[in-house]
């Protein structure tokens, strides 16, 4: 398996302009995270999805930022507008959770990580 | 406030040495994961480690939790330069499924 796919590697775009982040999870896993990590505020999770529904996203700063994911193959991560405060790595990741068992709770195993996406807003 | 606070923010050892990093967290837990991230590089897992669990082992490494005290600690026996990272621990709270990430201890392993 190729892993997590995350494209581009590298974004340079100015100010105000729109930017989409792309991610191909591991095949056969039914839950992906985008996160964002800067020097100041660490790793951050800005939404995850399971089963292609978005289950949180509190962690989205504003309404510039939206994420997608059309299908269990392909998820989205777009800033419009972009400004230069939005300059950091960011990282998609996948895993399975498994439903709960009987009177159980559900299981959340390892996450894998794509190698990120480097945005840098001028 | 943030879970998943490391302890120390860095350390430097020499090759041969074992280096302990620790982590607490404020809620109820699922799980506890520790990760590794190179520089410029995405996190890769570790080890996972079960409330219910207190002491697990993976080669080199080992990771305790102690409930009661919101506390894990991650240690890396026999130090090798390529041990050179950023170490994160994760928490799962009870009733959630993402992984909230702590600050990191950042290893540097002198040969």
């Known amino acids: 398996d190729a892993g997590v796919i995350q494209s581009p590697r590298h974004e340079v775009t100015e100010m105000g302009q729109e930017v989409t982040l792309r991610c191909k999870p591991i095949?056969?896993?039914?839950?992906l995270f985008w996160y964002r990590q800067t020097m100041m505020r660490g790793l951050e999770l800005l939404i995850y999805f399971n089963n292609n529904v978005p289950i949180d996203d509190s962690g989205m700063p504003e309404d510039r930022f939206s994420a997608k994911m059309p299908n269990a193959s392909f998820s989205t991560l777009k800033i419009q507008p972009s400004e230069p405060r939005d300059s950091a790595v960011y990282f998609c990741?996948?895993?399975?959770?498994?439903?709960?068992?009987?009177?159980?709770?559900?299981?959340?195993?390892?996450?894998?990580f794509g190698p990120g996406t480097r945005l840098t807003v001028l | 406030s943030q879970q998943g606070e490391e302890d120390p923010q860095a350390l430097s050892i020499q090759e041969g040495e074992n280096a302990t990093m620790n982590c607490s967290y404020k809620t109820s837990i699922n799980n506890l994961q520790w990760y590794r991230q190179n520089s410029g590089r995405g996190l890769v897992h570790l080890i996972l480690?079960?409330?219910?669990?207190r002491e697990k082992h993976s080669g080199r490494l080992r990771v305790t939790l102690d409930t009661s005290k919101k506390s894990s600690s991650l240690l890396i026996t026999a130090s090798r330069a390529a041990d050179t990272a950023s170490y994160f621990c994760?928490?799962?709270?009870?009733?959630?499924?993402?992984?909230?990430f702590g600050s990191g201890t950042r290893l540097q392993v002198q040969p």
């Open positions: 990741a996948s895993s399975i959770i498994l439903p709960p068992a009987s009177g159980g709770t559900r299981l959340v195993n390892e996450q894998f």
């Open positions: 994760a928490t799962v709270s009870t009733g959630r499924r993402a992984l909230t």
């Open positions: 095949s056969g896993h039914n839950s």
């Open positions: 480690i079960r409330s219910n669990e």
